[in-house]
């Protein structure tokens, strides 16, 4: 066994970091079938495999790249921070699976007098390789390139045999120790490449804009390739590097630029920005090869302490993005990489920390090409030596030096020329230390046109600006104003006060929520300071798996057999597995929305104002919130519903708009009766590279004719007999005071409910609350007794109490029922009774169960999606259809869900085989949930497989709910959106319906 894998050396035989850059000179995938074997340790190891003429006729046939474990060998394994092996630097543990990989190929016989460089974009987490039985080297650092020399192992035009062997555990794994699943393997791309005689080095363009005058300088630095690193040592590697220039024109033909490779020449340009990711084709010539590039012109630079972009504060309306596939791990596709890039250009997102490692090369062309910017970050993190008080941190040890060093060298050397690339991050949570600074040192000295980035010292002596991962609201606010609390230090102070602030993670997204998005943006908006942040994170990383009966689903830690795990801390994304995107994506897109439409057109007596805009009718504002794009790419429109309906709808005119300006624009609308919202979209006016014309980037909602308030017709009788109670056609039980059957629809009654499963942030992987507190006090089973079933007049009145076992505190519950015709109307009253601990409420509503075939799902109120207090941006009023499946969400760990917001009415219907459905209206409006199980099924489900149909349809109406912040990792739920227990009244009214004939 090589000895790099148990020690501290990083790499040996490697060729220098280099730029990535696309030459017309030959090259061949490796990637495709291989054959393939896994032992369990190093110990049982096969001797002499990467001998060319080892037989591995039994070996399994294997494609690469993959993860091993993802292809039946071995199982996936996740923990976030702590290490799944004892910690003792620089040992792996002896039960270490390691890889061995052999795969045949034939050099080109026209390659012959070329030089050969093998490189592997990705290998987790430590490799040697063997050409024809030659060993070329070994490396670690498993999201970075490294290349090799294989000129004189390699047998041209002839067949070769490359054999890999990959450890699972290094010493390496003590820094990568990232948030997410242990996947083995070879797991990028693999590449021959044919090097001419005469061949580029390496290739350093610096594009700079200067936004005073319009003009970009152009610089491209061409070095000579030269030979292997060596592999010790800092001085011996650098003497190593890329250094001799070489003869070489730089051509852009679109700015006519031809000129020799390391003069500046400086031109007019358009410059590069995420939101005009403008991008010119380049050639560097050389008699050897011709080389090409797409250059983006930009200038960052932090100033008057803001990060700017060609002299424009920006705001990151950014994601944290692991690479992440359900089937593929981190093998991703090219084709995963677009699907990424495009669901974030369509859903307003500019940003993306890349967390918390270099993501595949191809990801930052689509980057450059798309518009985002990037925080490229290096593929470091110590975290589990948080548990021993960061004692033997290896980012404070010296001996860990030159594999830190090393990694900076190669994401910098490879990912410099990425107009996208606006920032370099050390790495994540990996303490503070000398090895740190040594990199930012590195950084700084090496690439003058990028600030450094690193989150975990708060001291920023080795971070360029302030970054902290989610801090709540009232501190950004105090940060914001550059009122933070003082550093020890006044020098560090003074530096840090001075410095942009990013909250490089923020809204931790597993499960339902996050909640407080908009307050954030808000934030943002409010101070220069804070120049925005990345959501945590991207994507679920959940892995498709399937139960003994064969039925799928996305696994979590845990459900591969693992010992020691973080369970579902793994499903925190912004898509789903599959890329489906959640609520919170939802949500996200309209927080961030580029544009601000707001419609100002409240009437309270149902006219319309004839004045009150530029044109006459509605004023409805429009706000460009991009820093640097006009409005030139919109068009919109305008919808006018009354009830829900649509009754108008036009196109609307607004002028265009350069970056922060507004305009007020007036739509016509004509009068009408009942409840009536004007929506105003903004569309792309044309296709864009990212999404179809008509594809929408903004809206905004205006109520302009308020509902009538819902009024009650006479009352008809409430009579008791020996069995029932009834009033209308409609009857309850006569001791217990519940509805029995609601016209001629079967009911389990309304009462009180005031339940929810927990969500992820109410069980607050990190402080357990709510749910905890929850469940301490028995909120996930309260018991009723009914006090007293009393006919008053025309009412029915229930008065009850709702407690939990084991407590003394409850709610004294009245319900009055009443009814007119066919309608039933409930008040209900709520008085919390004895001492209550302080606590919140989940929720505060109705719970009823329906018959099982009422699944057809009809509703006046907020939608389409799922709406809570505080992640309620993204819904608009109108009238929606939908099932009670439909109205689900999948999140990967079952939690509440489906909650709709500011419904009018809603009805519950079979969908037209002649059984009477249930239409439920709001006095004036409900929160509606509807499942086909119950809170507490939901409660215990691990898997939403767990959840099975029972023969009924339970339906909850709420006057409110909880709120749902950010608790899962972060900020609780912000005062406002808490739901203290207090006296309440609220009502609700019902009606069985018949079905259309
Ligand atoms: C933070 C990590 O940086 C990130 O990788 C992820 O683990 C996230 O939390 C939670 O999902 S670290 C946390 C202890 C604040």
Known sequence: MPLFADDFIPSTGALPPRARFASDAPSLSLNGEWRFHLVPDVASGTEGFWEPGFDDGTWKRFPVPSHWQLEGFGAPAYTNVVYPFPIDPPHPPEENPTGEYRHTFTVPADWDGHRLVLRFDGVDSAYTVWLNGVELGSATGSRLPAEFDATPAARVGAENVLAVRVHQWSAASYLEDQDMWWLSG?????????????????VTVHADYEHTTGQGRLRIDVTAAVGVLQSEGDGARLAGRNSESVEARVV??????????????????????????????????TPAELISLRIGFRRVVIE??????????????????????????????????????????????NAVRTSHYPPHP???????????????????????????????????????????????????????????????????????GANLIAMYEWAKAHDASRPVHYEGDWSTVCSDVYSRMYAGHAEVGEIGRREEKPLDDAVQDAARRGKPFILCEYGHAMGNGPGGLAEYQELFETYERCQGGFIWEWIDHGIRTRDDSGREF?????????????????????????????????????????????????????????????????????????????????????????????????????????????ADVGVPVSSTAGETWLTVTALLAAETAWAPAGHEVAWGQGCVVPRPEPRRMAHVPATVDESAIRIGTSRFHRHTGRLLRLGEVEVDGPRLDVWRAPTDNDTGQHSGEPAASWRKYGLHRMRHRTDEVDVDGDALVVRTRVAPAAWSFGLLVTYRWTGDDDTLHLDVEVTP??????????????????????????????????????????????????????????????????????????????GGDGVPGVRFLGEPVFGFTARRWTSEDLDVARHPHDLLARDRVYVNLDVVQHGIGSGSCGPGTLPGYVLTPGPARFAVAMRAVNPPR
């Open 554 to 662: 996305f696994g979590y830690g845990g459900d591969f057999g693992e010992p020691l795990h973080d369970g579902n801390f793994i499903a925190d994304g912004l898509v789903f597995p599959d890329r489906t995107p959640s609520p919170g994506l939802i949500e996200y897109k309209k927080v961030i929305e580029p544009l601000r439409i707001t419609v100002d057109g409240a009437v309270s007596d149902g006219r319309l104002p004839s004045s009150g805009s530029p044109d006459g009718g509605v004023k409805v504002t429009v706000s460009n919130l991009h820093d640097f794009a006009d409005t030139s790419t919109f068009s919109y429109r305008w919808q006018l519903e009354q009830d829900g309906i649509e009754v108008a709808s036009g196109e609307l005119d607004v002028p265009v708009l350069a970056a922060g300006e507004s």
């Open 252 to 285: 852009v033909p679109e700015l006519g630029i031809d000129v020799a490779a390391g003069e500046d020449v400086v031109v007019g340009v358009e410059p590069w920005t995420a939101e005009t990711p403008r991008l010119y084709e380049g050639q560097v010539v």
């Open 833 to 910: 009774d004895g001492p209550w601990p302080d606590i919140p409420l989940p929720r505060l509503g109705l719970g009823m169960a329906l018959p099982a075939g009422l699944t057809q799902v009809t509703w006046y109120g907020g939608g389409p999606g799922e709406a809570y207090p505080d992640t309620r941006q993204a819904v608009r009023v109108g009238r929606y259809m939908s099932t009670v499946d439909a109205l689900q969400t999948p999140y990967v760990y079952p939690q509440e869900n489906g909650h709709r917001i500011d419904v009018r009415w809603a009805e519950l219907t079979t």
């Open 186 to 202: 070879i797991f990028r791309d693999v590449t021959l490449l044919a090097r001419p005689a005469g061949a580029v080095g390496d």
């Open 304 to 349: 008057d302490g803001m990060l700017k972009v060609n002299g424009r504060r920006i705001l990151f309306r950014g994601v944290n993005r692991h690479e992440f596939h359900p089937d593929r791990g981190r093998a991703l596709t090219e084709q995963d990489m677009l699907d990424d890039v495009l669901l974030m250009k369509r859903h307003n997102i």
């Open 362 to 432: 191809r990801f930052l062309e689509l980057c450059d090409e798309y518009g985002l910017y990037v925080i490229d970050e290096c593929d470091i993190e110590t975290h589990g030596f948080v548990f021993e008080g960061w004692r033997n941190n290896p980012s404070d040890d010296e001996r860990w030096r030159d594999a830190y060093l090393d990694r900076m060298r190669r994401m910098v050397q490879r990912d410099k020329n990425h107009a996208s690339v606006v920032m370099w991050s050390l790495g994540n949570e990996s303490g503070t």
